[in-house]
């Protein structure tokens, strides 16, 4: 089946300008994690989504970031007043839900860049 | 505090060498999980094995093989007859399964150049 689809695949802003990366998950996984690619700071969690359950916002970097999940699928991260250091790829993953931890699959990423 | 460590940032080997991928990692968790995930060239992360915390014993899959070890929390990975296909980052990660969702936290990721 299809696995996790991430648009647009490229993203060039400008600093201060606000931008949405969209994420479809695995149909069926009611889990749904954003992480940040960087050369500076590796692979860093950023927000999960568990069905309805409120998500765990703990890595989120700054209050300029915000996610949503819509209909427990589709998903919006959403970067505000974009700075610089924002530059970076942004990977979506889906797994199934709990109790147990399974394994995420990943999406192929939103390379951000911020000039 | 959870962390994992992968000393080693590049390794270079030729075509048919057996090498071995050192992760290291920290929990207070006593249930908790392991992972690799290999990232090619083109950048997608494809997951490799995962291993919960009370299954100790090793696993083979093809060239591949993991190494667990509990008592020096250790979770090493070794290709055997090293492909060219094999050059990628691999990241080694670890997920706490209480509280914390099952979110990854990664390693820095060792670079594996296979040249021919």
């Known amino acids: 089946g299809a696995g996790v689809s991430q648009s647009p695949s490229n993203k060039v802003t400008e600093k201060g300008k606000d931008v949405e990366l969209r994420c479809d998950p695995i149909?069926?996984?009611?889990?749904l994690y954003w992480y940040r690619q960087s050369l500076g700071q590796g692979l860093e969690f950023l927000i999960y989504?568990?069905?309805?359950?409120?998500?765990?916002k703990s890595g989120l970097p700054s209050d300029r970031f915000s996610a949503e999940r819509t209909g427990g699928s589709v998903s919006t991260l959403t970067i505000q007043r974009t700075q610089q250091e924002d530059s970076a790829v942004y990977l979506c993953a889906s797994s199934l839900g709990p109790p147990t931890v399974n394994e995420q699959f990943f999406g192929p990423g939103t390379r951000l860049t911020v000039l | 505090a959870q962390k994992v460590t992968q000393a080693q940032t590049e390794i270079s080997v030729v075509e048919k060498e057996d090498v071995t991928l050192d992760c290291v990692y920290e929990?207070?968790?006593?249930?908790?999980?392991l992972f690799w995930y290999k990232q090619p060239p083109s950048g997608e992360l494809v997951f490799l094995i995962r291993?919960?915390?009370?299954?100790?014993q090793n696993e083979i899959s093809g060239r591949y093989s993991w190494n667990f070890q509990k008592s020096t929390s250790s979770f090493n990975f070794t290709i055997t007859a090293s492909q060219v296909v094999d050059s990628a980052v691999y990241f080694c990660?670890?997920?706490?399964?209480?509280?914390?969702?099952?979110?990854?936290?990664f390693g820095q990721g060792t670079e594996l150049s296979v040249k021919p």
């Open positions: 149909s069926g996984h009611t889990a």
């Open positions: 990660a670890l997920s706490e399964i209480y509280n914390q969702g099952g979110k990854l936290i």
């Open positions: 989504f568990q069905g309805n359950s409120a998500p765990d």
């Open positions: 291993r919960n915390s009370f299954d100790e």
């Open positions: 929990t207070r968790d006593t249930t908790y999980y």
